[in-house]
């Protein structure tokens, strides 16, 4: 079955460089959740989009922001990179309009900022 | 708001002995429950969830869990560790299906010959 698919898988930056991280859900799944997993973390919610449009917003900083876009592919932009923005990002994806749709997570990209 | 504990950050076991990792969480609704799996470098792979009906779910891998509401806990089990089991289990809740996920802090376990 089709899963989520997530590139780049790894990305190296430089402080003060910009990234984007693209997500392509599950065919069908309609919302969209990035988290961020630093070393040795817990997952932490970033942001969701739901239908293209934003639905409910974690721990992002201003200098990362995001969309989803009309085929449901959603995109992570990242600038002015931190050294501490080194870390596992995850995409995930549900349908949500049902009761029984659990996330699905794709493998991730990990960014490292040296 | 809801949250999870997970208690113990790192488990061993003995290929073979029994694989019981804790969760308790704290909802102020009824909570949808979930435990996922992290191999390393892997994304989380969903092993089981509860949403309604049956308290005792049944999960891939030969895992299962119980919500026990009494005591607001929804422990992971599995009879037999196998070496492949070990990997990072969280433990995630949310609050109606398709919401965001709040994970717990992980147990990373350690399965012995």
């Known amino acids: 079955a089709a899963g989520v698919i997530q590139s780049p898988r790894h990305l190296i930056k430089e402080k003060r460089e910009t990234a984007t991280l693209k997500c392509y859900p599950i065919p069908r799944h309609d919302t969209v959740y990035w988290y961020q997993q630093g070393p040795g973390q817990d997952p932490q919610f970033l942001i969701s989009f739901y239908e293209k449009m934003q639905s409910d917003k974690g721990s992002i900083p201003d200098r990362f922001s995001a969309q989803q876009f009309s085929d449901y592919h959603s995109e992570l932009n990242m600038s002015s990179l931190e050294l501490g923005d080194s870390a596992l990002y995850f995409c995930?994806?549900?349908w949500g309009g049902g009761d029984n749709s659990p996330l699905h997570f794709g493998n991730g990209t990990r960014l490292t900022v040296t | 708001a809801q949250s999870v504990t997970q208690l113990g950050s790192h488990v061993s076991v003995s290929e073979g002995a029994l694989v019981l990792l804790r969760c308790n969480y704290s909802?102020?609704?009824?909570?949808?429950l979930f435990w996922y799996v992290q191999y390393p470098n892997q994304g989380l792979q969903l092993l089981l969830k509860y949403t309604t009906g049956a308290t005792l779910v049944k999960g891939i891998n030969g895992f299962e869990a119980e919500f026990k509401k009494s005591e607001t806990s929804f422990h992971l089990t599995k009879p037999s560790a196998h070496m492949s089991d070990a990997a990072e289990y969280f433990c995630a809740v949310t609050l109606a299906a398709g919401n965001k996920l709040t994970f717990g802090g992980g147990t990373r376990v350690l399965v012995k010959p």
């Open positions: 909802s102020s609704v009824p909570p949808y």
């Open positions: 995930a994806s549900s």
